[in-house]
């Protein structure tokens, strides 16, 4: 089990944000963490940050988490992908989701019908270009050459590079059926290790309609982390997840909270739902259980923390996405280091000396 970290976000893009983020990447890199991954929801796009840390940077992975598929073209989504792989030395991964009904449509002006289509549509463009293909797919939602017009196949005039790895970020069950038949990782949330096969049984699935196992898709899921009491802890962290499953979607469509309610939270995620969609927010967030964040989140002293680290690894979480606490980046860092030194001892336990 290795760490990750996140940049970016809804509302960031400030210029004094990007000082404090370099030293944040640059420290974290030298931490040994595994990667970091650039959030794109309707503020920053998940490319350039990306861009900026590849140059500041040297062995950090660095995973696009995720660029929005009806954001961009798919054949342009490959270019950029091959782009940032070459200019980092190959580090980079290439995160795809499908986002959500209100920003595709809201914000891009697409239509958000058969999302996974589309989302098959776009890995098979880019499986195509980035072994130097030409790029010829025929399907219900995408044919190319463009039919009747004055297009041609082509191939990207790039070199044709090993396999990137394709990462999804998936909730619902077709959804991760797909990944588990397709994606080289799945970007998870919603995710608890006690209800780990809401979504690892429809992964394994689709891994198995194409003669794979979990063993080949790499599994990732974001955690909170922050060390304290945590009856002073678990108040803060109630918001978050209220907008999660109060806000992340559409009143009819809202795949954060499905997801909790496959994993057994059915009756709570309903009721915070209909609390956060009746504008009575505080109420939304005081209905969240305790438990739901103690599962969701590291909280509490060391050995607290530890016994979750133990139970995301016993769950087979390969990366945690950590999004350690605190007002500066110094601040962060101590989290982050004392957390990936717990890490590293969970690592070693039952190792030969």
Known sequence: MRASISIGGAASGRKSDWDALVSYVQEAEKLGVDSVWSAEAWGQDAVTPLAFMAGQTSTIRLGSGIMQISARAPAMTAMTAMTLDSMSGGRFICGLGVSGPQVVEGLHGVSFDAPLARLRDTIAV???????EKIVHES???????PGGQGKALRLAQPATERIPIHLATLAPG???LTGELADGWVGTSFTPEGADAHLDHLREGAASAGRTLDDIEIQVPVGVEFGDRGELIPKRK????????AMGSATTNYYN?????GGWAEDAERVRGLWVEGKRDEAAAAVPDEMIIRTNLLGSDDEVSDR???YRDAGVDLMRLDPQGETVDERLAVLGRTVELMKEISNEGASP
């Open 126 to 132: 880019l499986r195509l270009a980035f072994t130097g």
């Open 140 to 146: 219900k939602t995408l044919t190319l050459p463009k």
């Open 175 to 177: 959804a991760l059926r």
């Open 239 to 246: 918001p978050g997840t209220a907008f999660s499953l109060g």
């Open 258 to 262: 499905d997801a909790y309610s496959r």
């Open 309 to 311: 680290l133990r139970a």
